[in-house]
C-alpha cells in the first residue's frame, strides 16, 4: 500500500490551510505542528517521514503552488506563502451548500463553500478519505482568470 502517498496528501492539507489561514502574510512553517516532533536518529539525521514532508513542500514549489526563501535543516520553511495558482484553488466553492446555509450572507456561503474551507474541517473530523479526496480535486482543478 502507498502510504507515503496518504502522507503526501495529509502534510501537503495541513500546510496549505495554514499558509491560507496567514495570506498573504509570509510565515515560517514548521513541520513539527503538521506532523508532529520526530526525534532525529541516531546520527542526527531526520527520519524518513521529517524528509518526506520537506519533500512535499518543496514539490509543491517546484509545480508553482507556493514560495519560500529558504529551509531552516529539515525543520521548516521559512518565509514562505501561497501563490496564485494554491490561493485561487483553495478559494473557490467546491460543494453545494446545504439548505440551512442558503439564508446566510453571502459571505457566509462563500466562505463555508471554500476548498480551504472544507480542507479545514475534513482534517479537524480526521477524515483521512475526504482529505484525499479534496486534494486530489485541489490538483485536478482549473483555475480560470477573467
Known amino acids: 500500500m502507498d502510504l507515503h502517498i496518504d502522507d503526501f496528501y495529509t502534510d501537503a492539507a495541513k500546510g496549505l490551510v495554514v499558509l491560507y489561514q496567514a495570506f498573504p502574510n509570509k510565515i515560517t512553517l514548521y513541520f513539527d505542528d503538521l506532523i508532529?516532533?520526530?526525534?532525529?536518529?541516531?546520527?542526527?539525521?531526520?527520519?524518513?517521514?521529517?524528509?518526506r514532508c520537506l519533500s512535499t513542500f518543496l514539490w509543491l514549489a517546484e509545480e508553482g503552488y507556493l514560495r519560500y526563501k529558504s529551509t531552516v535543516r529539515f525543520e521548516a520553511l521559512d518565509q514562505i506563502q501561497l501563490c496564485e495558482k494554491a490561493f485561487l484553488r483553495l478559494s473557490s466553492a467546491v460543494t453545494a451548500l446545504p439548505a440551512t446555509i442558503e439564508q446566510a450572507p453571502a459571505s457566509v456561503r462563500r466562505v463555508q463553500a471554500s476548498l480551504a474551507n472544507q480542507l479545514r474541517a475534513a482534517l479537524k473530523a480526521e477524515r483521512s478519505e475526504a482529505v484525499i479526496e479534496l486534494m486530489q480535486l485541489f490538483f485536478q482543478r482549473q483555475t480560470q482568470h477573467t
Do not use: C, K, M, V
Not at 508532529?36 to 524528509?51: K, N
Open 36 to 51: 508532529g516532533y520526530i526525534a532525529p536518529e541516531e546520527f542526527g539525521l531526520p527520519s524518513d517521514r521529517q524528509q
